[in-house]
């Protein structure tokens, strides 16, 4: 019999114990169990009454479906548990007092990607836990270096979360007899040379022509200057492309580009890039908006958008340098520039 550690023994028998941990522990125990429930509602998706039918706007400009609602009533009901002061959804306009006093704060997107729901596509839940600072809201505006933890659950054909805690990535998988987390992986690193890449090509009239480059670059293949041919992968699923990083490698980009409602990128920082990309780099990689580092970027408004490239640190480095010095950002038709300049000598 394979004798796993369960959540809840692995996160007692963890690093030092700080108050900030402590609590922290309870907050990533109480989404778990909500996970749990919210596994089961996805994977009967009908039979649970959910028909995917489309509501109301969210605060940020997305329409809810029914499962976007199902999904945040549940965790909000889980975080009313644990030591939390405020929480941010996606799902709502503003942050919403919980235990002013307690000592933590949330931003969560309780079901990120919901529309692949329809396509049987994995989907998520992706949280970002930070000390409260002098007043809840202003929680809210601090950089992703103020997170003390974050993670998500991907809901496919194994349930799984990924948890970032005491600088450190490792990963739990559903035993859904026993309705509990088992350790399934400790201590993740990206693998650092992986040849693949992730973005939605038909987009590439609208990107910038640093992102072009880079993409034409990786698109020659053995042909060109790094001499080895890449994979392309888009799942089109934050959480699935996350996955996929942490276990293969390589590296994902969701860049700003020149539609309206895109020159900021795609995004939410808050509950989406600031704890991806602590996930990234505690787990050896890097997240970067192509100008600077994700986790040093201050949310102006709860929902801000951002420009998002994960995965492996040396990829993503390059696709930083070779944005450096690109002004303005969006030309119309490709940079000479990049064209004669190769990114893997």
Known sequence: MDHRPTLHCHLSGGGAETSTRTAAVLVIEALAKAAVDLAAIIAAGPLAGITGAAGAMNPDGDRQ??????ADRLMREALRTAPVAAVLSEEGELPQ???????????????DGSANLENNISVGTIFSIRPRARDTLSTFFE?????CAAGFF??????????ALDR???????????????????????????PEFAINASNRRHWSSAVRAYIDDCLAGANGEHGRDFNMRWIGSLVAEAYRILVRGGIFLYPADSRP???EGRLRLLYEAHPIALIMEWAGGAASSGRARIL???PRTPHQRVPLIMGALRAVTDVDVIHQGVEPLF????????ARRGLFR
């Open 65 to 70: 479906k029914d499962i976007d609602l199902a």
């Open 97 to 111: 007092t919980l235990h002013e006093a307690a000592p933590l704060c949330v931003a969560i997107d309780p079901l």
């Open 143 to 147: 950089p992703g270096t103020a997170q």
């Open 154 to 163: 991907i809901y496919g054909p194994q349930t799984i979360l990924v948890l």
């Open 168 to 194: 450190r990535v490792d990963c739990f998988i559903l035993d859904p007899a026993a309705r509990e987390f088992v350790l399934l992986k400790r201590g993740i690193h990206v693998p650092s040379d992986t």
């Open 261 to 263: 409602g895109y020159r």
């Open 296 to 298: 040093e970027l201050c």
């Open 331 to 338: 030309e119309s038709g490709d940079a000479p520039l990049f």
